[in-house]
């Protein structure tokens, strides 16, 4: 293979995935009319665009836009028949009239509680019957369900649930068919599947397990491990945003990634055949999925996760970016809501990041004479903040100061406590007092994180309002290039003398307190 095959970039995919997230994009926020509007649109630039060769014959990039526009077109046609069918659906009709119906509905992920808004939760589900005096409907599609949290709280995706409650329309602009109010327990609850049964009792028992972790530990733990964040206070969530840490509680790429790793390191280190840790790492995947949860967020960061490690572990950048592209278009063909979905947004622009812009970076430091573990540190938090931080102020409104010193700092210790808390997840299964002392180990890695992350949120300043939506994005994005610009003109120094103030600021001042704590 020529050297500088991995520095090539395999960019064909590209704008078919552009192609096809901004087909459903403007569907999902302009409706049918709008999706049917595209197609004739695409249809008949295509349609010219053909004439015009037949004519004048084949040009350079005649084929390939070609190609393009009619992708772009069955795109729209898919997600116009998608909306279409929300736009007729009987439940938006009662939705729009605020109607009290019963609902049989099937669960789709964990109900969780809503920070703020008393004891209640929310819980995604799919229609299966809508009820009412003189008919039962038939029918399939999204809601959401606010609910009391009592009766609520330990259902199991997977069960099928009665419920009476006041239908709205959605929050937000997706194909979810109705927000649904309720103001008791479901009527009615069926069972759940096997496989949810066993995902639920394992997370229960690791749970159990890291509850002899102090309590900020233990409810970070299963966080970190599986994105159960049930037990974790309100403070170190409020402490990781601040610090932009929130991404390490949230089941993401880079817990993919990481599992993935220590699985493929380890078929390595026994010498397994390469088809045989093909398989092997598939397991662990579905594994890993079934757990955390299928949930399209789950199922998002597997891919994602997927893609990343095909561009970090085995360094073949021109493959990761096909399969980066060819990951979007299939997780929007399969759940086409995921187009206006902020976290598929940082997920993907991340995951870009890290193999357009982190590898770069990482040659550029180590030709200046870093050491490549640190190089790789800096590199990938560096241009992981770089790419999301429009993207988070224009979510959010804020942006974090300490974002990456916070993530270059724990960086080291994110792998061990993955990998160690997925293992102890495990041994839970079997026995959960062998697991309690499996879980020691990742009590100073964990101690870390928690403290890294108070210490950065008690920083004034670490936090920084911008404003929300597009305004936010620029100003983030203009404040972004000029760092850049500088960085580039004085040079790498600059960078690490950053990192070391930031390190100073964040970590200087917690020795006594958090050693005391420790002990």
């Given amino acids: 293979m020529p050297d500088d095959e991995p520095r090539l970039l395999d960019l064909r995919l590209l704008p078919f995935a552009g192609m096809c997230w901004a087909a459903t994009l403007i569907g999902i926020l302009g409706g049918s ?19 015009g060769r037949a004519l004048r014959g084949p040009g350079r990039w005649t084929a390939a836009t ?41 669960l789709v992920d964990d109900p969780r509680e809503i920070a703020g808004f008393g004891r209640h939760v929310l819980v995604n589900a799919n229609v299966v019957e809508i009820r009412r005096a003189t008919e039962t409907i038939h029918s399939g599609g999204a809601v959401v369900v606010l609910a009391p949290a009592e009766g609520w709280l330990g259902l199991l995706p997977g069960q099928d649930v009665v419920l009476r409650g006041q239908a709205s329309p959605p929050r937000h602009r997706d194909l979810s068919l109705a927000t649904v109010r309720v103001s008791g327990p479901p009527a009615d609850v069926g069972p759940a599947p096997p496989h949810q049964r066993w ?109 990343a490690l095909l561009a970090l572990v085995t360094g073949r950048r021109k493959q990761a970016m096909p399969a980066l592209a060819a990951g979007v278009i299939a997780l929007l063909a399969w759940s086409p809501e995921l187009a206006v979905n902020f976290g598929f947004v940082l997920s993907a622009t991340a995951t870009a990041g890290l193999i357009v812009i982190a590898p770069v970076w990482v040659d550029m430091l180590v030709g200046r004479g870093w050491p490549r573990a640190v190089a790789e540190t800096v590199a990938v938090s560096v241009a992981a903040f770089a790419v999301t931080a429009p993207i988070v102020a224009a979510m959010a409104g804020t942006v974090s100061l300490v974002s990456v010193c916070a993530n270059i700092l724990v960086a080291p210790v994110v792998g061990v406590i993955t990998v160690a808390g997925a293992i102890t997840a ?37 936090s920084v309002a911008v404003p929300s939506g597009p ?37 200087a001042p917690v020795w006594p307190s958090s050693l005391g704590r420790l002990v």
């Fill in 199 to 307: 995902a639920g009792a394992l997370r229960a028992r690791f749970a159990a397990a890291a509850a002899v972790l102090p309590a900020d530990e233990a409810g970070l733990l299963p966080g970190l491990v599986v994105g159960d964040t049930s037990a974790l206070s309100r403070v170190v969530k409020d402490d990781f945003t601040a610090t932009g840490l929130t991404h390490l509680t949230a089941v993401s790429g880079a817990n993919v990634s990481i599992l993935l790793g220590a699985v493929l390191l380890l078929v390595r280190a026994v010498g397994l055949d390469p088809r045989a840790g093909a398989a092997l790492a598939a397991a662990a995947l579905i594994a890993f999925v079934v757990i955390a949860r299928p949930s399209p967020s789950v199922l998002r960061a597997a891919a994602m996760g997927s893609v």
């Fill in 33 to 51: 009319r709008a999706a049917w509007v595209l197609v004739a649109t695409l249809s008949g630039a295509a349609v010219l665009l053909a004439a």
């Fill in 426 to 462: 495990l041994i839970a299964g079997v026995s959960v007092p062998v697991a309690e002392v499996v879980v020691r180990v990742t009590q100073w890695p964990l101690w870390w994180l928690v403290t890294v992350a108070e210490r950065g949120a008690r920083i004034p300043g670490a």
């Fill in 471 to 507: 305004a936010g994005a620029a100003i983030v994005l203009g404040a972004v290039a000029a760092l850049g610009v500088t960085l580039r003109r004085r040079g790498p120094r600059l960078v690490l003398a950053g990192i070391a103030i930031g390190v100073l600021v964040l970590w």
């Fill in 66 to 106: 070609l190609a393009v526009l009619l992708f772009g077109s069955c795109c729209a046609a898919g997600v116009a028949w998608r909306v279409q069918a929300v736009e007729r659906h009987p439940m938006t009709e009662l939705a729009r009239n605020e109607t009290w119906v019963t609902l049989v509905v099937t």
